[in-house]
């Protein structure tokens, strides 16, 4: 998506190499109507009743405001898994385990077994995936509670560090708005 890219170039920020601060447009500041553009694009990608998208799954924090933005067209509702720091979680919730390269720790993620059913068809949307380990974790958590996954919504893939091509190999749909090559301060952002 080009409008995606041209954003990216005016706005994104690289830092350390691998992580690209989008905090003016996606993150903590969020350009309402620019998501919900990039909403209708994946709802374009997404929707109609042949996928059948019955809910909307993502990871708090920064997932949630996209995801709601992103739900409008869709009509459907946003359900978020929330992270934790212990395994010892008790009461009726599916868990997976997380590792995050960006903070170098393991977090649970966590669902309640109320809000999602078999006949769920669940389209994932996030801002980033990098390694995909977060997406894995709720694909691991689809699996366990029989719900469908329809795909997975990207605001931004890093395509260099193999997280959408595990999720493929899966057989999960990826769609990204960017996919990034390669980056860096010097040579700035290479999209595919
Ligand atoms: P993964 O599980 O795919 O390795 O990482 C996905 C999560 O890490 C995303 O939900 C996002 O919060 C964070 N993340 C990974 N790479 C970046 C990045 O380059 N920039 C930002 N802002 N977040 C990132």
């Known amino acids: 998506m080009k409008l995606m890219e ?6 994104g920020i690289i830092e350390n190499g691998d ?3 989008v905090g003016s447009f ?3 500041q969020i350009d309402v109507d620019f998501i919900r553009t990039c909403g209708r694009e994946f709802y374009r990608l997404f929707g109609g009743e042949q996928s059948g998208v019955t809910k909307i799954l993502t990871v708090e924090a920064s997932g949630i405001g996209l995801a709601c933005l992103c739900a409008i067209p869709f009509g459907v509702p946003v359900v978020f898994a929330k992270k934790s720091k212990s395994n010892n979680i008790s009461g009726e919730v599916y868990t997976a385990p997380v590792y995050s390269f960006t903070h170098g720790t393991t977090y649970t993620v966590m669902i309640p077994k109320s809000l999602l059913s078999p006949g769920d068809r669940v389209l994932f949307i996030d801002d980033f995936l990098a390694r ?13 509670a029989g719900a469908t996954v329809v795909g997975a919504g990207i605001f ?3 395509t260099y560090q193999g997280g959408g091509e595990a999720l493929r190999k899966r057989g999960i749909r990826v769609e990204s708005l960017a996919r990034i ?3 860096s ?8």
Do not use: T, Y
């Open 156 to 158: 931004v893939e890093k």
């Open 132 to 144: 995909g380990a977060a997406l894995e974790g709720l694909a691991d958590i689809c699996h366990a």
């Open 185 to 192: 301060p010097e040579e700035g952002v290479q999209f595919c």
């Open 19 to 21: 992580v690209l601060k």
């Open 26 to 28: 996606l993150n903590q």
């Open 181 to 183: 090559r390669s980056m």
């Open 6 to 11: 041209d954003r990216i170039r005016k706005d």
